[in-house]
């Protein structure tokens, strides 16, 4: 097992707070365990996870909707403990990746976090990210890394402060692996090859969106927005 993701200390009474003992004991604190929210832990708990070589993940939007507080982000980072920032889930996570970077930059200035740059906010779901998952090939635009990567709109000089100024619209490109799979329509032409594609709105824009072969024979076909959006449906009646 190269990581084990344990929700831990998801509270913030004594409870929660005791649970980092418990993982001690059991063997569970160490470098290929991550500790999703961790809220509670103070100086002490969080100097322990950087000696046995642990991550955590930081779930801030979901964490102050259910319990008002959050993971102490600033000692986490003082301390130079692997981060990862996530949504944690969709109930009361953020519906997207930046929109929990814009929770939590909001987070970050509202308490006056210095040290959670955006510089910083852009290395928890990249290079910090990737460490945390034991993804060492992505995270980064290098040699024999894998192409994952967007095109965003720019609105500041700063890319770090462009990161957090965009919004969904402002997607040109979205690439996995070197293969396009979502972007604006004149952009994505330049680079899909042909691809069979559909299209969604995102906002007040139209995003092309490339979609694998159809094996669906069905009135909704696998491979288009309906379909998809049919079959969640079928297994989440809402």
């Known amino acids: 097992i190269r990581r084990l993701f344990l929700h831990v200390a998801e509270g913030s009474d004594d409870l929660s707070r005791d649970e980092l003992s418990i993982l001690e004991e059991a063997g569970l604190l160490r470098p290929e365990v991550v500790l999703i929210h961790a809220i509670p832990f103070g100086p002490e ?24 507080q959050t993971m102490d982000i600033r000692k986490v980072v003082e301390e130079k403990i692997p981060v990862a920032l996530a949504p944690d889930w969709s109930i009361t996570g953020s519906s997207n990746l930046l929109q929990e970077l814009k929770c939590a930059r909001e987070y970050a200035d509202t308490n006056r976090l210095d040290n959670i740059t ?67 329509p004149k952009f994505f032409n330049l680079v899909s090859g042909g691809s069979s594609v559909d299209f ?26 309906s379909g998809i959006q049919h079959h969640l449906a079928q297994a989440w009646p809402l």
């Open 200 to 225: 969604i709105d995102v906002g007040n824009s139209v995003k092309a969106v490339r979609l694998t072969p159809n094996h669906d024979t069905g009135t909704h076909p696998a491979n288009s927005i």
């Open 45 to 68: 708990q969080l100097k322990k996870i950087k000696r046995h070589g642990a991550s955590v993940v930081w779930s801030p939007r979901s964490n102050l909707a259910l319990y008002g």
């Open 118 to 184: 955006n510089e910083e906010l852009y290395r928890m779901v990249t290079e910090s990210a990737a460490h945390v998952a034991a993804l060492e090939k992505s995270g980064k635009l290098t040699e024999n890394a894998y192409a994952d990567f967007v095109v965003i709109k720019k609105r500041k000089d700063d890319p770090f402060d462009n990161l957090l100024a965009v919004s969904e619209e402002d997607i040109r490109l979205v690439v996995i692996d070197g293969e396009p799979v979502l972007g604006k």
